[in-house]
């Protein structure tokens, strides 16, 4: 009796997902082929740039306090030199030694800050991208009759004829060309000059 129940539910549930209309979707190549995605990369790597500058300028100030603490601790092993100025100049490398200390703790706080910051406006343009994905995707489903589209990344195997990427690329205006057919039309020119 277990048997037919288990048999019966097994055959429902075949027949109701045969009569759904399934398609998968590359992803990464709808975000890669998204209008946003070269202004994205292009401003990301000038935050990036920006960052860089701000952290190589606290770290050339680190290094000329270091200098600095150099030029005073060689100064303070010259056997000549009078007590009252060797206590002044130890006076002063300690303070340097400080200002040393703050200028490196500065350095890696904004270090992890930029880091965190450039991760943040990575994940906010990326969740925009994918957001106007979504919708460009739920209309297509709507228009073409779909109950389901998954991610192709989401399916450990799916025939080649349910991925839907080309169509919804056309309803962005894009070329359907596969990531590497513009590397085998650069090598065919390279070959033919």
């Known amino acids: 009796m277990k048997k037919l129940v288990l048999v019966a539910a097994l055959a429902a549930t075949a ?8 398609g998968t979707v590359d992803m990464m190549a709808l975000v890669r082929n998204h209008s946003s995605y070269e202004p994205n990369r292009k401003l990301l790597a000038e935050t990036e ?7 190589d300028a606290i770290k050339a100030e680190a290094d000329e306090i270091q200098e600095e603490g150099k030029n005073l601790a060689d100064q303070l092993r010259n056997p000549l030199l009078a007590q009252a100025a060797q206590k002044k100049l130890e006076k002063e490398l300690v303070d340097i030694q400080a200002k040393f200390v703050n200028a490196q703790q500065r350095l890696r706080s904004e270090m992890m800050r930029s880091q965190q910051d450039l991760q943040d406006l990575e994940n906010r343009l990326l969740k925009a991208t ?3 994905l979504h919708e460009r995707i739920d209309a ?3 228009s073409e009759g779909y109950d389901l589209i998954l ?18 690329l056309a309803t ?11 590397e085998a039309k650069d090598s065919k020119k390279g070959s033919k000059q």
């Open 130 to 132: 994918t957001e106007d």
């Open 151 to 168: 991610d192709v990344t989401a399916a450990p195997f799916a025939k080649k004829d349910l991925d839907v990427t080309e169509a919804i």
């Open 140 to 142: 297509f489903a709507a």
């Open 49 to 55: 740039k920006d960052y860089t500058k701000k952290l």
């Open 15 to 22: 027949m109701a997902f045969a009569d759904l209309k399934i």
């Open 172 to 182: 962005m205006g894009v070329s359907a060309a596969k990531p590497g057919d513009a």
